[in-house]
């Protein structure tokens, strides 16, 4: 490529000069190429250590004038072709015009400029990609693409100088990190290290430091260890490792691909050797972070943060921390942990005013909330430009107050008395007058009962009020207060101040008529509620009367949701669980309905109404507890392994016991999914949930390892799981809750564990305290930290189960050992996430749906199986192989969805490497018929079509029916069904299900009979099959002796038939041969069998054998075989009427000649004897057919060709090779595929 000119001093230190003129001078760098010698390795060496660009451009041009010691580097290259081409350019253009120059200034100043000026011309064209990557990156990425034979969809994120340690020897080189790949590259003194890696396969990832690695990153496979230290900076590369890691992790958990994010905001100045992509993904972590640690809806995203302080009247301090800007909120977050966190939504702010600076307060600005709150910052940096930013998302921030629900749950915040449980005349009043939240639409619900606008605690607490409950009335009273005295100092609703005394009360536990509103508050889903009027209402009206899996689940679990409490024994607690759980499903279809989201559910329905308790749901399903309630229960079973790990570090005495006894697994899905609420008193548990919607996940761990401390004694002493069980059962049975004023309800769980002598009380505060007491050391990064190391684990564990699942569902007799099934797996799998990632323009539907039973999660379609189907078969038929890959593709789609599944992958290749002669062949016959054959292939009338117009439909019919009659019975079944009425059709299917079962037991007899055009497309198919053959002459010579004969014997079989059937055209035989020809016809067919005899014929194809191999080539590239006018396709009948200069000795040797030459014998006599009409047809004979049987026969004559079909291929030494040609194979197909034919 042209680069800018720069000065070179040393023009001939590790330079070899290869050619020269008086103004240009052509380079080799030492040691590329061959020899070089002990220079040559040094060199090597240095180009990677330094990261030279010779590694990459070996070759290069300068540019010097006679007199002048300075060279000026203006082209390089990758190879001597494209070097060459730069150095011919500038011979033939700028040669010439050097040489009237008198000045060399001027000489210099000229090449400069022309360069300068391709350079302009070529980035022109490159403009509209909006590339912002910088040089130095762009020329990595360059040469990371060329060093691992990535393509061009493969985007390189960073590089990173760095060692690998292969055994006790550090290699230095350059480690590339890839959206989809780890690749290092070391070369030192002629010892090269290439590594490929992909994210997906990585099963562990850590960072750590020990006597023989200092600090280096760990890097995981199912088959190998990889050790990289000598960072410049560790933390950056093992974070952003993370990240991509992540990344691979999600794309194999819900199929979600990595795509740019083009919101994000760019920066004004491209830092230098940063891409773009890592810009984007260092944005994406930020946001990530912003909103898990604010509760922000997912669509949120940063704008940017800055250093500030902020007044807190409660405490009348000028607290220091960050304030973080976003499209909807100003969130500001202390230096100390607890210190004070904000939310400032901007829907409620209305003034954003810059105040006067003094030396006490610089740069102040204060921000008024619809509340009546103000909150006071200072100390900003650029305070302009924020409150530009802060105006210019207050325009976009939509002004119109939201009605419903929203306007009745701030009534409740501003007047607390409203909060008081109704009277019994109001509960029986309520559910006939349709609530608040739902009242915009009465349609969607009129049949079932609706729900009353309150938790339905309230409508069913059947005890007098708070004042007659004594000490624990009094408690919740005081309780109560402590609320509103906060609420008085620190504000109430959204914009709260929340600091280490909100997390205190919390503990202490929510006071029941504000539980509704603080969890909506702590969760963030006020915040989605809000911004979201209308929606829940929506969806229940979408979602009623819909049926689903999801639907049904959630019918049968109904019931089972927590039966015990008043609320769900009866219908109104009932449907209002079934519209939230069904509205859910609706919404989030990848989750739609999993166990444990009805107890959760139920308990926020008891406090919340139902539109509260669905945007609870959403909060915790989306955001606090990821993944937890996916198909395979991810999130809760990568917690699980958190607190496994947890143990071990706090509890290490119980740990190896607990992994004993296997304990761990089985009590902590329970506890986890259901936060407790299954295993607990329902009063105790609701406080534990008070405490996760404040902390988040940190609260579960800590109480599970609190519980566990309790027990540890006992558990010590058990001597089996269901001991263990029991112990931990009875425990958590007697967790009580003193205070609460609920009346009891039984707990299910307690009447199964109860035993003679129960445990002691144990009070849920009390846990609470301890909990924090001894495990409050859990930090929310750390959690995060080790969800990505279980997630890597329990991914790839899931993954393997997949695949073992998978294999187990191949039929026995496929042929392949468990081993190679696997191996086929892995390159299958690999397959269809290269399509995902590489190919953009692949179609949605092969993107996987975890949803699907494991066999059909992984699809491919068919450019993705040609490619396969290149590197694993045995069949190898050079450039005629995508022409069979997709005959054998859509062979084995059965169901015509364009996509095949890796059974049927593996049926395809078993049918070629296994079974004897005769299955192989028969897998070749069927090969050549319908459906694998398509019609376009098989069709020369096509190509009449703009010559005919007319009588094109006819000419295309009749091939096409042919083909699909010729021995089956189900087309004209088909066609009498369609004449029918309704009815018949149902018979039609239960014979088309009944073959389907009976194809199992197919005999060669069932094969359809083969015509000519068929015939001859398969006597190509085996040319191109014995072109790169060691036996490949006699093979030839086989091949063309059976194919002479099975002529004639089609011949033969024609005559015969054309005796017997000469009757109208509508009394077709049993065997529905073709109809009889006109008696002209006949006369000249007569003479073929003849002529089938001839010597000269075969001598004609034994003469051309030598010139196959070349000659195929030409022919298959210019369209043979894909009906673009190839004379060896099907022609039409009316060929053999018009034309009698066509002999029928023509297609005697079609068959007895390799085919390709015949080839481009048939189109000089179609091309020059005849009229451009008569071309269009050809010597093929529609009449004619054979039998699977007369081919095997007639091949078994032939030692050489049964030997070539009863050889064994080991297909495991081809996986091993298609593995390491995956990526180069992806950059070649890419350029390939428009021009394959077929």
Same mark, same amino acid.
């Given at each position: 490529?042209?680069?800018?000119?720069e000065?070179?001093?040393?023009?001939?230190?590790?330079?070899?000069? +290869?050619?020269?003129?008086?103004?240009?001078?052509?380079?080799?760098?030492?040691?590329?190429?061959?020899?070089?010698?002990?220079?040559?390795?040094?060199?090597?060496?240095?180009?990677?250590?330094?990261?030279?660009?010779?590694?990459?451009?070996?070759?290069?041009?300068?540019?010097?004038?006679?007199?002048?010691?300075?060279?000026?580097?203006?082209?390089?290259?990758?190879?001597?072709k494209?070097i060459?081409?730069?150095?011919?350019?500038?011979?033939?253009?700028?040669?010439?015009?050097?040489?009237?120059?008198?000045?060399?200034?001027d000489?210099?100043?000229?090449?400069?400029?022309?360069i300068?000026?391709?350079?302009?011309?070529?980035?022109?064209?490159?403009?509209?990609?909006?590339?912002?990557?910088?040089?130095?990156?762009?020329?990595?990425?360059?040469?990371?693409?060329?060093?691992?034979?990535?393509?061009?969809?493969?985007?390189?994120?960073?590089?990173?100088?760095?060692?690998?340690?292969?055994?006790?020897?550090?290699?230095?080189?350059?480690?590339?990190?890839?959206?989809n790949?780890?690749?290092?590259?070391?070369?030192?003194?002629?010892?090269e290290?290439?590594?490929?890696?992909?994210?997906?396969?990585?099963?562990?990832?850590?960072?750590?430091?020990?006597?023989?690695?200092?600090?280096?990153?760990?890097?995981?496979?199912?088959?190998?260890?990889?050790?990289?230290?000598?960072?410049?900076?560790?933390?950056?590369t093992?974070?952003?490792?993370?990240?991509?890691?992540?990344?691979?992790?999600?794309?194999?958990?819900?199929?979600?691909?990595?795509?740019?994010?083009?919101?994000?905001?760019?920066?004004?100045?491209?830092? $230098?050797?940063?891409?773009?992509?890592?810009?984007?993904?260092?944005?994406?972590?930020?946001?990530?972070?912003?909103?898990?640690?604010?509760?922000?809806?997912?669509?949120?995203?940063?704008? &940017?943060?800055?250093?500030?302080?902020?007044?807190?009247?409660?405490?009348?301090?000028?607290?220091?921390?960050?304030?973080?800007?976003?499209?909807?909120?100003?969130?500001?977050?202390?230096?100390?942990?607890?210190?004070?966190?904000?939310?400032?939504p901007?829907?409620?702010?209305?003034?954003?005013?810059?105040?006067?600076?003094?030396?006490?307060?610089?740069?102040?600005?204060?921000?008024?909330?619809k509340?009546?709150?103000?909150?006071?910052?200072?100390?900003?940096?650029?305070?302009?430009?924020?409150?530009?930013?802060?105006?210019?998302?207050?325009?976009?921030?939509?002004?119109?107050?939201?009605?419903?629900?929203?306007?009745?749950?701030?009534?409740?915040?501003? #007047?607390?008395?409203?909060?008081?449980?109704?009277?019994?005349?109001?509960?029986?009043?309520?559910?006939?007058?349709?609530?608040?939240?739902?009242?915009?639409?009465?349609?969607?619900?009129?049949?079932?009962?609706?729900?009353?606008?309150? &938790?339905?605690?309230?409508?069913?607490?059947?005890?007098?009020?708070v004042?007659?409950?004594?000490?624990?009335?009094?408690?919740?009273?005081m309780?109560?207060?402590?609320?509103?005295?906060?609420?008085?100092?620190?504000?109430?609703?959204?914009?709260?101040?929340?600091?280490?005394?909100?997390?205190?009360?919390?503990?202490?536990?929510?006071?029941?008529?504000?539980?509704?509103e603080?969890?909506?508050?702590?969760?963030?889903?006020?915040?989605?509620?809000?911004?979201?009027?209308?929606?829940?209402?929506?969806?229940?009206?979408?979602?009623?009367?819909?049926y689903?899996?999801?639907?049904?689940?959630?019918?049968?679990?109904?019931?089972?949701?927590?039966?015990?409490?008043?609320?769900?024994?009866?219908?109104?607690g009932?449907?209002a669980?079934?519209?939230?759980?069904?509205?859910?499903?609706? $919404?989030?279809?990848?989750?739609?309905?999993?166990?444990?989201?009805?107890?959760?559910?139920?308990?926020?329905?008891?406090?919340?109404?139902?539109?509260?308790?669905?945007?609870?749901?959403?909060?915790?399903?989306?955001?606090?507890?990821?993944?937890?309630?996916?198909?395979?229960?991810?999130?809760?079973?990568?917690?699980?392994?958190?607190?496994?790990?947890?143990?071990?570090d706090?509890?290490?005495?119980?740990?190896?016991?607990?992994?004993?006894?296997?304990?761990?697994?089985?009590?902590?899905?329970s506890?986890?999914?259901?936060?407790?609420?299954?295993?607990?008193?329902?009063?105790?548990?609701?406080?534990?949930?008070?405490?996760?919607?404040?902390?988040?996940?940190?609260?579960?761990?800590?109480?599970?390892?609190?519980?566990?401390?309790?027990?540890?004694?006992?558990?010590? &002493?058990?001597?089996?799981?269901?001991?263990?069980?029991?112990?931990?059962?009875?425990?958590?049975?007697?967790?009580?809750?003193?205070?609460?004023?609920?009346?009891? =309800?039984?707990?299910?769980?307690?009447?199964?564990?109860?035993?003679?002598?129960?445990?002691?009380?144990?009070?849920?505060?009390?846990?609470?305290?301890?909990?924090?007491?001894?495990?409050?050391?859990?930090?929310? +990064?750390?959690?995060?930290?080790?969800?990505?190391?279980?997630?890597l684990?329990?991914?790839?564990?899931?993954?393997?189960?997949?695949? $073992?699942?998978?294999?187990?569902a191949?039929?026995?007799?496929?042929?392949?050992?468990?081993?190679?099934?696997?191996?086929?797996?892995?390159?299958?799998?690999?397959?269809?996430?290269?399509?995902?990632y590489?190919?953009?323009?692949?179609?949605?539907?092969?993107?996987?749906?975890?949803?699907?039973?494991?066999?059909?999660?992984?699809?491919?379609?068919?450019?993705?199986?040609?490619?396969?189907?290149?590197?694993?078969t045995?069949?190898?038929?050079?450039?005629?192989?995508?022409?069979?890959?997709?005959?054998?593709?859509?062979?084995?789609?059965?169901?015509? #969805?364009?996509?095949?599944?890796?059974?049927?992958?593996?049926?395809?290749?078993?049918?070629?490497?296994?079974?004897?002669?005769?299955?192989?062949?028969?897998?070749?016959?069927?090969?050549?018929?319908?459906?694998?054959?398509?019609?376009?292939?098989?069709?020369?009338?096509?190509?009449?079509?703009?010559?005919f117009?007319?009588?094109?439909?006819?000419?295309?019919?009749?091939?096409?029916?042919?083909?699909?009659?010729s021995?089956?019975?189900?087309?004209?079944?088909?066609?009498?069904?369609?004449?029918?009425?309704?009815?018949?059709?149902?018979?039609?299917?239960?014979?088309?299900?009944?073959?389907?079962?009976?194809?199992?037991?197919?005999?060669?007899?069932?094969?359809?009979?083969?015509?000519?055009?068929?015939? =001859?497309?398969?006597?190509?198919?085996?040319?191109?099959?014995?072109?790169?053959?060691?036996m490949?002459?006699?093979?030839?010579?086989?091949?063309?002796?059976?194919?002479?004969?099975?002529?004639?014997? &089609?011949?033969v079989?024609?005559?015969?038939?054309?005796?017997?059937?000469?009757?109208?055209?509508?009394?077709?035989?049993?065997e529905?041969?073709?109809?009889?020809?006109?008696?002209?016809q006949?006369?000249?067919?007569?003479?073929?069998?003849?002529?089938?005899?001839?010597?000269?014929?075969?001598?004609?194809?034994?003469?051309?054998?030598?010139?196959?191999?070349?000659?195929?080539?030409?022919?298959?590239?210019?369209?043979?075989?894909?009906?673009?006018?190839?004379?060896?396709?099907?022609?039409?009948? #009316?060929?053999?009427?018009?034309?009698?200069?066509?002999?029928?000795?023509?297609?005697?040797?079609?068959?007895?000649?390799?085919?390709?030459?015949?080839?481009?014998?048939?189109?000089?006599?179609?091309? +020059?004897?005849?009229?451009?009409?008569?071309?269009?047809?050809?010597t093929?004979?529609?009449d004619?057919?054979?039998?699977?049987?007369?081919?095997l026969?007639?091949?078994?004559?032939?030692?050489?060709?049964?030997n070539?079909?009863?050889?064994?291929v080991?297909?495991?030494?081809?996986?091993?090779?298609?593995k390491k040609?995956?990526?180069?194979?992806?950059?070649?197909?890419?350029?390939?595929?428009?021009?394959?034919?077929?």
């Open positions: 490529m042209w680069l800018s000119p000065e070179v001093l040393v023009a001939n230190a590790l330079w070899v000069t +290869e050619r020269a003129n008086p103004f240009f001078v052509l380079q080799r760098r030492r040691g590329h190429g061959k020899g070089g010698g002990l220079t040559g390795l040094l060199v090597g060496t240095l180009d990677v250590v330094l990261d030279s660009s010779a590694r990459v451009a070996p070759y290069r041009i300068l540019h010097q004038t006679q007199d002048s010691q300075i060279y000026w580097t203006v082209a390089c290259g990758s190879s001597r494209e060459t081409k730069h150095w011919e350019w500038l011979e033939n253009n700028l040669l010439q015009t050097l040489s009237i120059f008198d000045s060399e200034e000489i210099t100043t000229f090449v400069k400029g022309k300068h000026g391709i350079i302009a011309e070529e980035n022109k064209n490159l403009q509209p990609q909006g590339d912002e990557d910088p040089g130095k990156f762009k020329e990595a990425e360059l040469k990371m693409r060329k060093q691992f034979g990535m393509p061009e969809g493969e985007k390189l994120v960073n590089y990173y100088s760095c060692s690998y340690w292969k055994g006790r020897v550090p290699r230095q080189g350059w480690l590339y990190l890839t959206v790949h780890l690749c290092f590259y070391s070369f030192l003194l002629g010892k290290v290439n590594l490929v890696v992909q994210w997906v396969d990585i099963t562990r990832l850590e960072k750590n430091a020990t006597l023989l690695f200092p600090e280096s990153i760990h890097v995981e496979t199912r088959d190998q260890e990889l050790f990289f230290s000598m960072f410049l900076n560790i933390g950056e093992f974070k952003l490792m993370e990240q991509l890691a992540n990344l691979a992790m999600r794309q194999l958990l819900d199929s979600e691909g990595f795509l740019e994010d083009k919101a994000l905001p760019r920066p004004i100045r491209p830092h $230098r050797n940063i891409s773009a992509l890592k810009r984007d993904l260092d944005a994406r972590a930020k946001n990530e972070c912003y909103r898990a640690t604010f509760r922000l809806p997912r669509d949120e995203q940063l704008d &940017g943060h800055t250093g500030c302080t902020l007044w807190t009247p409660f405490n009348k301090l000028h607290i220091p921390g960050q304030m973080f800007i976003s499209n909807n909120y100003i969130c500001f977050a202390s230096k100390e942990e607890d210190a004070c966190h904000l939310i400032i901007l829907r409620e702010v209305t003034i954003v005013e810059k105040a006067d600076s003094s030396s006490v307060l610089p740069s102040p600005l204060s921000i008024s909330t509340s009546k709150m103000t909150f006071l910052f200072a100390n900003l940096k650029d305070r302009d430009f924020l409150v530009q930013r802060i105006s210019d998302f207050l325009q976009k921030t939509p002004s119109k107050q939201p009605g419903g629900i929203v306007g009745s749950r701030k009534a409740s915040v501003v #007047d607390p008395s409203t909060e008081s449980s109704p009277s019994p005349q109001e509960v029986s009043e309520q559910p006939t007058s349709l609530a608040s939240p739902l009242n915009s639409h009465q349609s969607f619900c009129v049949q079932e009962v609706p729900t009353a606008s309150q &938790g339905l605690l309230k409508l069913f607490q059947k005890n007098s009020p004042e007659d409950l004594g000490a624990k009335g009094a408690k919740e009273k309780k109560e207060e402590s609320w509103h005295i906060h609420f008085f100092e620190y504000g109430r609703g959204v914009c709260m101040y929340r600091t280490a005394k909100t997390r205190a009360l919390v503990l202490k536990g929510i006071p029941e008529s504000l539980r509704g603080l969890w909506l508050l702590f969760s963030g889903a006020w915040n989605e509620m809000e911004t979201h009027p209308g929606y829940y209402t929506e969806l229940v009206e979408k979602s009623t009367g819909k689903s899996l999801a639907t049904e689940e959630i019918e049968r679990d109904l019931h089972r949701s927590m039966p015990e409490h008043p609320a769900f024994q009866n219908e109104l009932i449907a669980l079934r519209r939230v759980l069904t509205a859910y499903a609706f $919404r989030n279809p990848t989750i739609g309905y999993c166990q444990a989201m009805n107890i959760v559910t139920s308990v926020l329905l008891l406090y919340g109404s139902e539109e509260e308790a669905f945007w609870l749901l959403v909060a915790l399903c989306e955001r606090m507890l990821p993944d937890y309630y996916n198909t395979r229960v991810v999130g809760a079973l990568v917690d699980q392994g958190i607190f496994e790990e947890l143990t071990r706090f509890l290490p005495q119980l740990s190896e016991k607990m992994q004993d006894l296997g304990v761990i697994s089985s009590i902590s899905l506890w986890f999914l259901t936060l407790f609420l299954s295993v607990m008193p329902f009063e105790s548990a609701v406080v534990i949930v008070d405490c996760f919607f404040y902390e988040g996940i940190k609260v579960i761990l800590q109480v599970a390892l609190a519980v566990l401390d309790a027990n540890m004694e006992q558990l010590l &002493g058990c001597s089996d799981e269901g001991e263990a069980m029991t112990v931990l059962g009875r425990y958590l049975d007697n967790v009580v809750n003193k205070q609460s004023v609920s009346p009891p =309800i039984p707990h299910l769980h307690a009447l199964l564990t109860s035993g003679d002598d129960p445990p002691a009380e144990v009070d849920i505060f009390e846990l609470l305290k301890v909990s924090y007491e001894k495990f409050s050391s859990l930090r929310a +990064e750390d959690i995060e930290q080790m969800r990505f190391k279980q997630r684990k329990v991914i790839q564990s899931l993954e393997d189960t997949a695949k $073992r699942s998978v294999v187990r191949i039929p026995v007799d496929i042929g392949f050992s468990i081993e190679e099934l696997e191996d086929l797996y892995m390159v299958f799998k690999a397959k269809h996430l290269a399509s995902q590489w190919g953009c323009s692949r179609m949605v539907a092969s993107r996987r749906d975890p949803s699907l039973p494991y066999l059909e999660q992984y699809r491919i379609d068919a450019s993705q199986f040609q490619e396969l189907f290149a590197s694993l045995p069949w190898a038929c050079g450039s005629h192989t995508p022409v069979l890959a997709g005959r054998m593709f859509r062979l084995l789609d059965k169901n015509k #969805d364009l996509l095949i599944n890796f059974k049927e992958f593996v049926m395809g290749m078993s049918g070629m490497y296994h079974g004897d002669l005769t299955e192989k062949l028969k897998v070749l016959y069927k090969l050549h018929l319908p459906p694998a054959l398509s019609p376009e292939e098989a069709e020369s009338a096509l190509e009449a079509a703009h010559y117009t007319e009588d094109s439909s006819s000419e295309e019919a009749l091939p096409q029916e042919e083909q699909e009659g021995g089956s019975e189900d087309v004209q079944e088909k066609k009498g069904e369609e004449k029918g009425t309704g009815s018949p059709d149902y018979r039609h299917y239960l014979r088309m299900w009944a073959k389907e079962k009976e194809v199992q037991k197919e005999t060669i007899k069932d094969l359809p009979k083969m015509n000519q055009e068929q015939f =001859i497309e398969l006597c190509k198919t085996l040319y191109n099959m014995f072109s790169e053959d060691p490949e002459q006699d093979l030839y010579h086989a091949i063309a002796t059976v194919a002479s004969l099975l002529l004639r014997i &089609g011949e079989g024609k005559k015969f038939s054309a005796r017997t059937v000469r009757k109208p055209r509508d009394c077709a035989t049993e529905d041969e073709p109809p009889a020809p006109e008696p002209h006949d006369t000249a067919r007569e003479r073929q069998p003849p002529a089938a005899g001839d010597p000269q014929a075969k001598g004609g194809g034994d003469m051309h054998l030598g010139k196959v191999p070349q000659e195929s080539q030409v022919v298959v590239e210019a369209g043979s075989g894909e009906g673009q006018g190839s004379p060896s396709q099907p022609l039409s009948d #009316d060929e053999t009427k018009d034309d009698m200069s066509m002999s029928s000795y023509s297609v005697v040797s079609t068959g007895s000649l390799p085919c390709e030459d015949l080839a481009d014998d048939t189109v000089l006599v179609g091309g +020059e004897a005849c009229s451009p009409t008569v071309r269009i047809g050809g093929v004979d529609t004619w057919c054979i039998s699977f049987e007369q081919i026969a007639s091949i078994l004559t032939e030692s050489v060709l049964v070539f079909f009863e050889k064994r080991d297909i495991g030494l081809k996986i091993k090779d298609q040609v995956e990526r180069q194979f992806s950059t070649a197909s890419d350029h390939e595929q428009p021009g394959v034919s077929g």
